[in-house]
């Protein structure tokens, strides 16, 4: 199948990821620019792609039964079993619910266009993989294509909190409630094959009320955002699309197994547009949760396959989407508009990012205009991730750049394999500072554009880095303007082995630029171009060791970022000298950002050819 790469939503994601490494040790903190000492392979490793998984079609022979609620004209006396005789309330629709069961497949329909107030709780029932519980909207139109949930103050509008759930359909806002779709474990294992799709969510533990938000990098003064949402409202798990695995320690560990969140548009709420996480997450890196660690494979209970994609979150208050605790998943073709546009100080927000992670993949994400007190970037790989692939994505006017990636320490209580807790002569429980896994993060193919303090920052120990045909553009409105930023984050080791080759960094105006290097081991940068820099980059690059670099004109049709992901296409270079004579690297795409094959070409930046190719 082939998918064109010129709209939004592309579908086809890179499965391959690197090789642990060990972390730096706290006697290897004196930067180095020495070069890598392996040789760059003729032949490099082409990286194939597979299609993000999607979750299974239901058999048009399942026997499902319906029911039909109408906010407006229904009435619980009637039996539900069809539009004319439609039930009314989502108290009697929750009670409906807790009594399907697997033998009876069944389908929960909503009029559009009708409104209902209060909470739905979908949970206690009883449904199959291949017949999931479907909770939908009917008699949908183009003026009406949502069912209406207005929720009450300091609560969810839906709960949902069982297995094998296709929810979608509705339109859900409540100013002064916590959350729009709220989804936990009820009980220890995995809760399995939660579909969250196609729904509008607004105005969620935000009212705005006369208050106008801004529509650039300006912020709202300290009594509007705290009108609009107080800070002892101002929570992770409070916004858009909430998951969260917080079984208590007598029931037992829970997690989350095939999830997909696809297809909402989430605006206005406050902290987090989506949210995925556990109270059993204590691991290097996590230093809470009821789990007793003692390794990734005992003591660690991480969601697996979870896919968030398609979705458009703008004027989040805090973060747009925040994936922690996974093994195994996307984060795909989302966008986000304005994060953290409530601007609080003393709190850290970014776009979208992940946080103590393996084996994830971004890609065809746009993240712009972030919003900073704190961080303030489009994209963050955060504490504990590793084997991330971050492809093919657009980070455009963010206030605190482009790309964060930092890792740290943590206070960790120590385990035994059997999960008891270690004491020591005093009886007292054993802590361990513990650095969190950060490794293997490949970095390739995407756009970063008028990112302001630095569009890609290191912070802390992190380790293998590989930064290659990025496409990277400053304004040059910004005097010493950091490109590239790396700094301690409590740790006193620094980061190791990072790569750099093969990148176009260009400048709309000439002024003088940082390259912020200090707090790393060893990292190589080796045949990048570097366009429209002042006269100093030459002493700059020697300075940090750059073997070999071009200045040459990329030649782009355009120098501005425009929003929306087809901006990207303002940054293919005319200049034939961009699609020859880059490095051969170890690993390379073997698509570029442009759809096209580009196995045998030696390239420079996001794209290696001028015309618009197909994924396939």
Not at 268 to 273: A, E, L, N, Q, Y
Not at 378 to 395: K, P, R
Not at 416 to 433: A, H, R, S
Not at 574 to 599: A, F, Q
Request: glycine share 10%.
């Amino acid at each position: 199948m082939n998918k064109r790469l010129s709209f939004l939503w592309p579908l086809f994601l890179l499965a391959s990821c690197g090789t642990p490494s060990e972390p730096a040790s706290s006697d290897s903190a004196e930067p180095s620019t020495e070069s890598l000492s392996n040789p760059l392979p003729a032949d490099p490793e082409i990286l194939e792609y597979t299609p993000s998984p999607d979750y299974p079609e239901i058999a048009d022979s399942v026997p499902y039964v319906t029911y039909y609620f109408d906010g407006d004209a229904g009435n619980d006396s009637n039996d539900g079993l069809s539009p004319e005789n439609a039930k009314r309330t989502l108290g009697a629709a929750s009670s409906l619910v807790k009594g399907v069961a697997e033998a009876t497949p069944t389908k929960v329909l909503f009029k559009a266009g009708s409104t209902f107030g209060g909470k739905l709780t979908l949970e206690r029932f009883k449904a199959l993989p291949e017949s999931p519980l479907i909770v939908d909207s009917y008699g949908k139109t183009d003026e009406n294509p949502y069912a209406k949930i207005v929720g009450n103050d300091n609560d969810s509008c839906v709960e949902v909190k069982a297995s094998n759930i296709r929810l979608s359909g509705f339109e859900l806002t409540a100013p002064m409630g916590w959350r729009g779709i709220h989804v936990t474990t009820a009980s220890k294992g995995a809760m399995e094959n939660v579909v969250i799709r196609g729904n509008y969510l607004h105005d969620l533990n935000f009212n705005l009320g006369d208050h106008v938000l801004p529509t650039d990098l300006e912020e709202l003064d300290g009594q509007a955002v705290q009108s609009i949402c107080p800070d002892s409202r101002f929570s992770y798990n409070c916004g858009g699309i909430i998951f969260e695995a917080n079984t208590p320690i007598a029931k037992g560990p829970s997690w989350y197994e095939n999830v997909w969140i696809e297809n909402n548009v989430i605006e206005r709420v406050t902290r987090t547009g989506i949210w995925v996480f556990s109270n059993w997450a204590q691991r290097p890196g996590i230093d809470w949760g009821n789990n007793p660690y003692y390794s990734d494979e005992i003591g660690w209970y991480p969601h697996k396959n979870v896919n968030i994609r398609r979705n458009d979150i703008l004027y989040s208050g805090g973060d747009g989407i925040i994936l922690g605790v996974t093994v195994g998943g996307y984060i795909e073709a989302n966008r986000s508009l304005h994060a953290h546009v409530l601007s609080r100080p003393n709190y850290y927000c970014a776009a979208i990012w992940c946080h103590s992670c393996k084996d994830l993949t971004f890609q065809f994400n746009e993240a712009a205009y972030t919003h900073t007190a704190r961080d303030g970037q489009g994209f963050d790989i955060d504490i504990g991730n590793s084997n991330i692939l971050f492809q093919y994505n657009y980070a455009h006017h963010n206030d605190g750049g482009g790309l964060l990636c930092c890792n740290t320490t943590t206070n960790l209580i120590q385990y035994t394999e059997d999960g008891e807790m270690i004491f020591d002569e005093d009886g007292l429980p054993v802590v361990k500072k513990t650095m969190a896994p950060w490794h293997d993060v490949t970095i390739k193919n995407n756009v970063f554009a008028d990112n302001d303090n630095g569009n890609l920052i290191l912070s802390g120990t992190v380790n293998d880095v590989d930064f290659s045909n990025n496409t990277v553009i400053m304004g040059g409105d910004i005097v010493n303007q950091k490109v590239i930023d790396t700094k301690d984050f409590y740790t006193g080791i620094p980061g190791d082995r990072w790569e750099f080759r093969n990148n176009v960094f260009a400048m709309r105006k000439k002024t003088t630029v940082r390259f912020e290097m200090a707090f790393s081991k060893t990292f190589d940068f080796e045949n990048n171009v570097y366009f429209n820099f002042d006269d100093t980059i030459p002493g700059i690059l020697a300075g940090f060791g750059e073997t070999q670099y071009r200045d040459f004109d990329p030649e782009f049709p355009s120098m501005e970022a425009a929003t929306g992901f087809e901006g990207v296409y303002a940054f293919v270079p005319r200049s034939p000298k961009i699609y020859e004579g880059g490095s051969s690297l170890p690993r390379m795409l073997r698509y570029d950002l442009n759809g096209n094959d580009v196995t045998s070409v030696r390239y420079f930046g996001a794209f290696g050819s001028l015309e618009k190719g197909d994924f396939e």
